[in-house]
Structure formats: structure tokens, C-alpha cells
């Protein structure tokens, strides 16, 4: 990951989501069913996984892989009964972003940058081997890149990546299931007049996502600064001219099929915020209803700021977005949002939040959350969020300025959500409390995001893969 010019809020929050768990009114049975009980999460440090910003999914036997950059290859750990872990080296001479994803026919795609061009590894065995490494991306110079798998053809599989020379986000598609991937596009609006001297030369990838209920319909999410930010920058921080702070994200959307893009901005902020810590996300529920979020400190009227995830959502495929809310409830500092919809207005969202409203506070404490709304497609009230807090991960400051950090970015870029069959949360971030590793925090309770409880069945305890001890 390249420079990232992201500075930390302060401030207190708005106290805008509900903190406490609590399970659904009981009926007959509901009280033996799972997913009507209070939220509980397992944490587990995944063995043998001293990297950062994980990338995780789950296979369709709920096997859950994880990814994350090591020289000179990217490390790749697999557990199929969610208590041994096997890890293997993969990639070429890249070992840098890494990202892994899951098709409709449940091959798993491994995606190394190797700065020119990216390697592109299938799996066919529900990824525990991978026996061909395709150096699948033309060699153009690439920055964070993001697989986007078209969930209903698995011949189809999206690549978005920052070009650093361009200063562009670039889509480029396959249609022999990642193989190759012989067209490209300019998603990022580099080429609107309107805003182009905003979104070139700084923009923030985010990742690709394919519109469930209709596959031509692509969406990317990115981050940009203003062009006053970006000369402000190279006046006051020679050394990161011209890269200002991010202040707005943008969403790239196309109705066919990747071949054109239309550009949208979701969220903005006034001068003096930073929303990009770090990457902006983009997830659509199971009736294509869109979200979009970022992390960072919005600048208040009267001058002080207000740290949180901030989500914004469209009902019509991208055309209008609601109005920024904020998610979390607490005051501090907010990085590494991300989130994952499920059936029609559920939303799962992760970040890592800090004891302090400072990210630059060296007896911070960071730990991981949890939130989810069963109503944030409804066009009638603001979406509603039972949020919970997980373990600690980080004691002292969090850097978010990519290559540009001096330290304190051990934790690394990003954090990843996914859900399994069962429409339960896994969350994969990185942790350095007792070393650097991975740290997976497992929902084993409460409600899932893809079936309501008793519904078609109760279910008394929380399913597990294959092959694991019942």
C-alpha cells in the first residue's frame, strides 16, 4: 500500500447508535433458537499468522480462508473445522495486498500485487490447493487492488486496482473465471469536468461489488481529497505533495456490465476533516439496496470534530444516496471500517475503535466492534444499530498514512467482514497484543444476517462446517 495522507480527529461523538444487546421478544420456541439470543462472539488469534490487514471469506462448505501480505510471497491460512489452521506461501515475487474471494461455484481467487501487474490464483478444491499461479493482470503499474465476484456466474470476476501513475481507479474483467482479464476501464471520475481537479492525482481505493439481483450492475468505492487540499499539502508537507487528506468518497457505477462508469459522492465532509482511515467500503444487500462508509473526523460547525463510521445507502442502484449517519456511538478515534449486507436493509459493520478521540494517543487502547441494523434500507426512519465491543487488538497509536507512516502502522490498512451459510459475522483484523497475528472474532450467537429466528426452522445452537466436532 502506497502513501495515504490521513490525519487523526478529535472530539466528541454523537451518540447516534443503540450500545447495548438484546435478544428479540420470545415466542413459541424462540427461546431455544440461536439467532434470537443476544449477540455473542468467539475471539480466536489465528495460529502461525504474523501479518497484517487480513483479507478473509468463507467458502460454501464454511471453510474460512484468510490472506495477508508477506515478503516475498502473501500468506494464506485455511481452517475447515475452525480449530486447525494450515498456512502456505502463495503468489510469485510480489507479497504485498492481498485479497481473497469466493465464486458462485465456490472456487476461491487469491489476488498478490506485484506492484506491475497482479497474480490471480485459483482454487477448485474449496482452496486447499492452488495449482496454477496466473500472472492473470496485464503489467501495469498497480496499488491495492479488489476482487468482485459476480455472485450468480462464476465465469465472471472483477479487478479493481489504483493505477499510481494515472492516479486513477481502474476495473478490469474476466469472463473465464479470473484467467484473464483482456478489457479494462477508468471508473474514477478523472475524465468529469466537474471533477476532475478533485479526483486526480489523489484517490483512495475501496473495493469492487457486483450487484446481486442484477450482474451488469457494478459498483466501486474511493476516496478523494479536494484540489485546494492537495496545493495545501504541498505547502505545508513537501514530502506528500500533492496528496491531501481524503475528504469525500466516491462511488463508480455501471449498468453495463464494467464497460462505462457514471461517478456519484455518497459522503462529503466540510474543510479540516479527514474521512479516510483508511479505506472507504462499499457492500449491496440481497435486494441490491447499496452502502457505502468511511472512517474518519468530520469537522463540526463550531470547530471541533466528531470521530465515527459514517454510512450512506441507495435504494435506486446508485442514483441518490441517503443522508450521512453516524454508526458507532462512542467518542473515539475510528479506523478500518468495513461491512457486509445480508438480506434486504440487514447491515454488518466492523471498525476498530480507540480509548481516546486522539489515533495519535500512545496509551490508546483499540479494540474491535460490531454493529448490526435490520432496518437500514427503510425509507421512512434513520437505520438502528445494535452494536457490540470485542477484545482489544492494539494498546497506543494507529498510523493511517500508508508508506508515509514513520510507525505505529502495525496493524497495517484495513480489517475484513464476511459471513458464512448461516448469515453469522466473521471478522479478521490484525492484533499485536502478545506479537503481531491475526485475530478472528466469530458471531456464535444472536441474529443472523441472512434468516430471521425459527425461520424455517429453530435452530438451538450455532452450526458449524463440516466435519468439525458437533
Known amino acids: 500500500m502506497r502513501r495515504l495522507a490521513v490525519a487523526g480527529g478529535l472530539g466528541l461523538a454523537l451518540l447516534t447508535a443503540a450500545t447495548s444487546v438484546s435478544a428479540r421478544s420470545p415466542g413459541p420456541n424462540r427461546e431455544l433458537d440461536v439467532r434470537s439470543r443476544p449477540f455473542a462472539f468467539a475471539a480466536v488469534d489465528v495460529p502461525n499468522s504474523n501479518f497484517s490487514e487480513p483479507s478473509i471469506a468463507l467458502t460454501k462448505r464454511d471453510s474460512v480462508l484468510f490472506c495477508g501480505p508477506t515478503r516475498p510471497t502473501v500468506a494464506y491460512v485455511r481452517t475447515t473445522d475452525w480449530s486447525t489452521f494450515y498456512r502456505q506461501q502463495l503468489g510469485t515475487a510480489g507479497g504485498s495486498d492481498c485479497d481473497v474471494k469466493v465464486a458462485a461455484d465456490n472456487a ?10 497482479t497474480d490471480v490464483l485459483r482454487s477448485t478444491d474449496d482452496g486447499a490447493s492452488f495449482p496454477v499461479a496466473n500472472t492473470a493482470e496485464d503489467p501495469v503499474e498497480q496499488d ?75 459498483y466501486v468505492a474511493y476516496g478523494i481529497s479536494t484540489f485546494d487540499d492537495n496545493v495545501a499539502m504541498c505547502q505545508t508537507s513537501p514530502t506528500a505533495c500533492p496528496f491531501g487528506a481524503p475528504r469525500s468518497v466516491m462511488v ?14 455518497p459522503i462529503t465532509s466540510p474543510p479540516g476533516s479527514v474521512i479516510g482511515n483508511l479505506f472507504p467500503w462499499i457492500t449491496v444487500d440481497r435486494a441490491g439496496n447499496v452502502y457505502v462508509a468511511a472512517a474518519g473526523a468530520m469537522r463540526n460547525a463550531d470547530g471541533t470534530f466528531t470521530n465515527g463510521l459514517f454510512l450512506s445507502m441507495s435504494r435506486d442502484r446508485g442514483a441518490t444516496w441517503s443522508p450521512v449517519r453516524k454508526v458507532n456511538a462512542g467518542p473515539g478515534a475510528v479506523v478500518f471500517p468495513t461491512m457486509v449486507a445480508g438480506s434486504r436493509g440487514v447491515l454488518d459493520v466492523a471498525w476498530l475503535e480507540s480509548s481516546s478521540p486522539d489515533q495519535t494517543a500512545g496509551d490508546a487502547v483499540w479494540t474491535v466492534h460490531f ?6 434500507a427503510s425509507a421512512v426512519e434513520a437505520p438502528t444499530f445494535i452494536e457490540v465491543a470485542g477484545p482489544a487488538v492494539r494498546h497506543g497509536a494507529v498510523c493511517t498514512l500508508g508508506l508515509n507512516c514513520s510507525g505505529n502502522r502495525d496493524l497495517g490498512d484495513f480489517m475484513e467482514i464476511d459471513l458464512d451459510s448461516f448469515g453469522y459475522a466473521h471478522v479478521a483484523t490484525a492484533s499485536t497484543e502478545g506479537g503481531r497475528h491475526v485475530l478472528w472474532w466469530r458471531q456464535d450467537a444472536g441474529p443472523s444476517a441472512l434468516s430471521e429466528a425459527c425461520a424455517p426452522s429453530c435452530v438451538a445452537g450455532r452450526p458449524k462446517p463440516p466435519g468439525a466436532p458437533q
Do not use: I
Open 108 to 117: 476461491v481467487l487469491v489476488a498478490d500485487l506485484q506492484v506491475f501487474g
Open 144 to 218: 491495492r487492488q479488489w476482487l468482485g465476484m459476480d455472485p450468480s456466474n462464476p465465469k465472471t470476476v472483477y479487478l479493481a486496482f489504483h493505477d499510481f501513475v494515472l492516479e486513477s481507479e481502474v476495473v478490469a474483467k474476466s469472463t473465464d473465471g479470473g484467467q484473464t482479464f483482456p478489457t479494462h476501464a477508468v471508473a474514477s471520475a478523472t475524465t468529469d469536468t466537474a471533477l476532475a481537479k478533485d479526483t486526480y492525482p489523489n484517490t483512495f481505493s475501496g473495493p469492487v461489488r457486483v450487484d446481486p439481483t442484477d450482474p451488469g450492475r457494478v
Open 252 to 265: 463508480a457505477v455501471s449498468g453495463d456490465a464494467g464497460k462505462t462508469w457514471r461517478n456519484v459522492m
Open 371 to 376: 454493529a448490526q441494523s435490520r432496518n437500514a
